[in-house]
């Protein structure tokens, strides 16, 4: 039996997206598709989380990390899902 995917789950609202999650999008993308994660990982935006201050954010099932900038991003994903 499968288990469910964890979910990776971008803000997506004005304010993250502008401040990088634009880019770590297409970086967490890559990553994804370059690390054959893609089957067991659901990759997913959302609108605002209302932590706009603290932006840009991602959720990796119920772990949010803020202040992500695209320089973090593989280092947050190897972290998460490295050597498993």
């Known amino acids: ?3 469910a995917p ?3 789950a971008i803000c997506m609202g004005s304010s993250c997206y502008a401040r ?3 880019r770590n999008a297409e ?3 890559a990553w ?3 690390e054959g994660r893609d089957a067991r990982i659901e990759f997913t935006g959302t609108l605002c989380e209302g932590l706009c201050k603290e932006g840009p954010n991602l959720r990796i099932g119920e772990r949010v990390y803020r202040g992500v900038d695209p320089a973090a991003i593989e280092d947050v994903l ?3 899902f490295g050597e498993r």
Do not use: P
């Open 1 to 3: 039996m499968q288990s």
């Open 6 to 8: 964890i979910v990776i």
């Open 20 to 22: 990088g999650n634009a």
């Open 27 to 29: 970086l967490i993308k």
């Open 32 to 34: 994804l598709a370059r």
């Open 78 to 80: 190897e972290h998460e």
